[in-house]
């Protein structure tokens, strides 16, 4: 097997086309030096024409006679001849440029001749043969391209896939900088996130967070004792909806207190004045609104609130629960007032901003390193697919194994 590497690819594999297709591209290099002899020709069968004009024709056809020649010279000099690259597309080109020619010399030829055909007739049948004989030539390199050129074309064309190899390599190289850049990054933030974190951890290590953590959970379970106890919301909401629709009416009730206890019961009762007289005439005329049975609940419900009712009377606790809540809520101020006076406050939010900001970072950084990692993986898997499917079709044409090594500068 053959190695060579990706760089040295293209001049190797041409080397060996050359060998095996000599005789070919002997033929070719022939039928382009009699190509380029014969544009050389009809160049200086344009010579001929100024000179055949110069004294015979006036000045305006003699002004036309030389636009003609350098209409004519200028499309032959922009014809690209190939000379050392020479491939099917070179020559195809070619074969192109001189039907752009011989389109040239008939448009041109159309408008100008009439000027001065008279006195250049000889010089016109001069440059008739010649592009007659060009024209020739022309039909000959077609068909020797259709006929003998197929393989040799079809080898030729291997070597426009190189270049996907290149971009392919490229790729790779570009892909793998950014994944260890982003790695790099990664692990920045991530170290920083642990700082952070850290910091955090020690500024909650203060005991009045600590003493303000005890204070929030105890108000917490005591919100949900009271809580517990207004298990006749369901009627509360009946009843609301009674008296907002006017059919049913009920003295000392307050209807504004009743939206704001169903909104946020204890709330509602923390704001009410000493031994909540809003709060406790709702429920003795919700109990005797139940008893007659106004809100036609089920029985087993309307029997249950009731009883939820009857238990706040005998117990007697509510205002005591209430107290409690401004108790615990008054503690909770104090600790915060003293956290705020101590920068405890400012210094534990701003690291928590900081950790908020970094973690929306680190997000970032995993979705661009993994998007990033997808694109390494699937370039590195055509690489190996375009490279091997390559090697296999040189290998068929130049009848030995072929290895095109490719470096990576990572």
Known sequence: MTEILLEEFEDYYKGQLESQFYKVKKAVKKLISEIRESLL????????????????????ALKSLHLFSDRIRKEIDEIEVPEEEITYDAMHDLLNSIKRLFITIDDIAKKSLPKF?????????ELSYKTRKLGNKQKVVDEFLRKKYTELKDAEYLLKKLPKLFTLKDNIEHAKADLEHFKEE??????EQEELTQALTNIEKNELFKELDRAEENLAQLRMKINNQFGFKKALKKLKFELEKDTMHIPNVNIYFLKDFLKNPINALVKESRDLPKFLALLVQLRHVLEENKLNLKTDVRDKTIQQISAIFDDKSIQEDIDNIKKHQYTIDEINKKIDQEGLAIQREDVKNKISTNTVKLEHLEHDLDRKNKDYLRYLSSLKKEREELQNSISKIINQEVKINITFNF
């Open 41 to 60: 020709e009809i160049k200086v069968c344009t010579d001929h024409f100024i000179e055949a004009g110069e004294g015979k024709i006036d000045e305006k």
């Open 186 to 191: 990664l692990e920045e933030r991530e170290k």
């Open 117 to 125: 055909q008279k006195q250049v007739q000889s010089e016109i049948k």
